[in-house]
């Protein structure tokens, strides 16, 4: 009760005395805003980004393992991968044969070719080679029809599964199942349609056409490079079935022991680990930023809290005339200094978290109030105006009440 | 005794220089004892009312208020006795400009922690016993003179002290509204307080029953009306 009626003072005081001096308070508010409101803003972006990032790459899949000539991420020298050798076909069934921990092998080959039907002619679209394995590998269903069987493989079938993007330019609400369609000269029956998978990074996932890889094989050469997708159904095992198919690659290109893989196996750790990386940086740097704003709000809080002491000596001796203690007095200032700042910070936090918002509306990215960032924000805003506010309060403090009251009389 | 002030002193320094403002001073003062202190000016009146108030500390010598030995308290629990036992008017007020009558005079009750319901209650007791009923949302710049002092009286009485001291309470005023000022102390008086008033005036202080007189930071004399 007795703390409660103090805190109802103090609050009233600081907030007379910043009402009192409304520009003044704005202006030295304005550090922290600042300080803050980068920081938010970053903060709001990055957590939206996280999550964002952080779904797209489940779409990959965390048990899931990819053999390709390229890495995923390129550190160093281009030219060495450059001049490896592309995955090829006998890899492959040695990988699908060989391999005990995988539950499903696939093989991969892309082109971009013209899609037709009838009067629709459809540019540069994804075409990809696989087997019947490819849904399980990149968990792609069918929602109409049926996905490519063996057979369609073995027997180098004219048959095409088309993402629902695709589906829906070529035959809008028609239905797909049935039809024929010309991919670049040949005809193409489509078998299924496969379920929507959204957007990865603003790129639509679901306009492409998987056809037989025998069928691709044939009609665009034997000898385009592969990628091999491996899945386990224990994603616990993924470094084992990773060595497991480093070995079965690796004795199938007769390496010497003491040779490096000329061939990479990449997994979606590689995206999120260089994500974290690429974010943490971003971070300090945001950090470091916001930091030194804040550091110069505090020196403006500080500035503007010496000079209120100086023009309130009166008060304070008012004050500790009728009873104020010095710890009254120090919490007094200190409150006023923490509410210029947290006002600050406030204000910070509101611009902060919309600027996040448009960063990340930009990007087609929709997320919550986070209530971490607005702790940063109040945390950090009311750690510089304790530190700020400090020494000028502490000055208040010890200030003699006679001296005070005698001040400019 | 509720006041006992043995060979007090105090003494100023100035940088290279010590300006003797109180020179051995003893004093015994009573409750309900209403006191007038004169002198010449620079005679050591104002700086006994702060030592009083504890507002300051002597130099030297002893000073028991109310069986406290007040020469030996710390800041806290000066500050306690401050609002507890002592309420102080000035010479020029010294109210919260920013702050309406009702504010400044519950202000020692925000400092001992008193509830807000009592303690706007007892504000506005006080300030109906010195006459500001219709005044209490005024801020002092809305208050003439007298008002204002009579705001702080009410301060000054709201937390009920074992003494009331006033430096010169009228000495901003102008003779009719001093003698407004001086009749409620001569209320505060019969009602059982404590008073010890600081002044220049023969026709004020007569309004006291005791009149101490210092000169040169002695006490020149101590007379009590018969
Ligand atoms: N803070 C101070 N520093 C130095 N000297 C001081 C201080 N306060 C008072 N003095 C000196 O102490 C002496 C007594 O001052 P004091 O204020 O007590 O006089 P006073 O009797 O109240 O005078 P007045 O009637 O003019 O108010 C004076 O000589 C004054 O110059
Ligand atoms: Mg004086």
Not at chain 1, 264 to 273: C, T, W
Not at chain 2, 184 to 194: R, S, W, Y
Request: some cysteine; aromatic content about 10%.
């Amino acid at each position: 009760m007795r703390i409660l009626t103090l805190y109802r003072e103090y609050f009233s005081m600081a907030w007379d005395a910043l009402r009192s001096h409304k520009m003044r308070s704005f202006l030295t508010t304005l550090g922290i805003l600042i300080g803050v409101t980068t920081i938010i803003t970053i903060w709001t972006t990055i957590e939206g980004l996280n999550q964002y990032v952080y779904g797209q790459l489940s779409n990959i899949g965390s048990s899931s393992i990819y053999v390709e000539k390229f890495p995923w991420v390129i550190t160093g020298d281009f030219w060495k991968y450059r001049n490896r050798k592309e995955v090829n076909w006998k890899e492959y069934q040695a990988v699908l044969k060989q391999v005990t921990l995988a539950s499903h092998v696939a093989p991969e080959v892309f082109s971009i070719k013209k899609v037709e039907f009838k009067k629709i002619q459809l540019e540069g679209v994804f075409i990809i080679g696989s087997s019947e394995a490819y849904t399980f590998t990149s968990s792609v269903y069918p929602v109409e029809g049926r996905f490519i069987t063996e057979q369609d493989v073995s027997n180098n079938r004219f048959v095409t599964v088309l993402g629902s993007e695709l589906a829906k330019r070529l035959f809008d609400k028609e239905n797909a199942v049935g039809k024929r369609i010309k991919i670049d000269n040949d005809v193409y029956l489509v078998i299924g349609v496969l379920e929507k998978k959204g957007n990865f990074f603003g790129q639509s996932m679901d306009d492409y056409a998987v056809v037989p890889i025998g069928t691709f094989r044939r009609v665009y050469g034997m000898h385009r490079g592969l990628r091999i997708s491996v899945m386990t159904d224990y994603p616990e095992q993924i470094e084992d079935l990773k060595d497991e198919v480093r070995g079965v690659m690796r004795k199938e290109r007769k390496l010497h022991p003491s040779a490096e893989d000329d061939f990479s196996i990449n997994q979606q750790d590689m995206l999120s680990d260089l994500y974290k990386k690429l974010t943490s940086t971003l971070f300090a740097i945001v950090f470091i930023i916001g930091g030194i704003s804040l550091l110069v709000g505090g020196i403006g809080i500080m500035n503007i809290m010496l000079v209120s002491v100086t023009e309130r000596t009166r008060e304070i001796g008012i004050r500790k005339a009728i009873g104020a203690t010095r710890s009254n007095i120090l919490t007094q200032f200190l409150l006023e200094a923490v509410a210029i700042s947290s006002m600050g910070g406030l204000i910070g936090i509101i611009f902060g978290y919309l600027a996040g918002l448009a960063v990340l509306a930009q990007m087609d990215i929709t997320t919550g109030v986070s209530l971490t960032s607005i702790m940063i924000g109040f945390g950090f805003s009311a750690f510089v105006g304790i530190t700020a506010g400090f020494y000028p309060a502490y000055k208040a403090s010890k200030l003699s009440p006679i001296e005070s009251l005698r001040y400019d009389q | 005794m509720l006041i006992e002030i043995a060979s007090l002193a105090k003494t100023y320094q100035l940088g290279e220089i010590q300006v003797p403002a109180l020179k051995t001073v003893d004093l015994k003062i009573g409750k309900n004892e209403y006191v007038a202190i004169m002198g010449p000016s620079g005679s050591g009146k104002s700086t006994l009312m702060n030592i009083l108030g504890c507002l300051d500390v002597p130099s030297s010598g002893k000073y028991i208020l109310n069986e406290h030995d007040v020469s030996t308290m710390d800041d806290n629990q000066l500050a306690f006795i401050r609002n507890k036992e002592i309420g102080f008017v000035f010479q020029t007020f010294n109210l919260l400009s920013r702050a309406n009558a009702l504010h400044n005079v519950e202000l020692p009750l925000i400092y001992n922690g008193t509830p807000r319901n009592e303690r706007r209650q007892m504000a506005e007791q006080a300030l109906d016993r010195v006459g500001l009923g219709d005044r209490k949302t005024h801020k002092p710049n809305e208050l003439s003179g007298g008002q204002r002092q009579r705001v702080a009286i009410a301060r000054a009485l709201i937390n009920n002290p074992s003494i009331i001291l006033a430096d010169e309470p009228t000495g901003n005023l102008d003779s009719k509204t001093g003698e407004e000022i001086m009749r409620i102390f001569t209320d505060l008086h019969q009602a059982g307080n404590t008073i010890i008033l600081v002044t220049h005036e023969e026709y004020i202080a007569r309004h006291a029953k005791r009149i101490i007189r210092l000169f040169d930071g002695f006490i020149q004399s101590d007379e009590t009306a018969a």
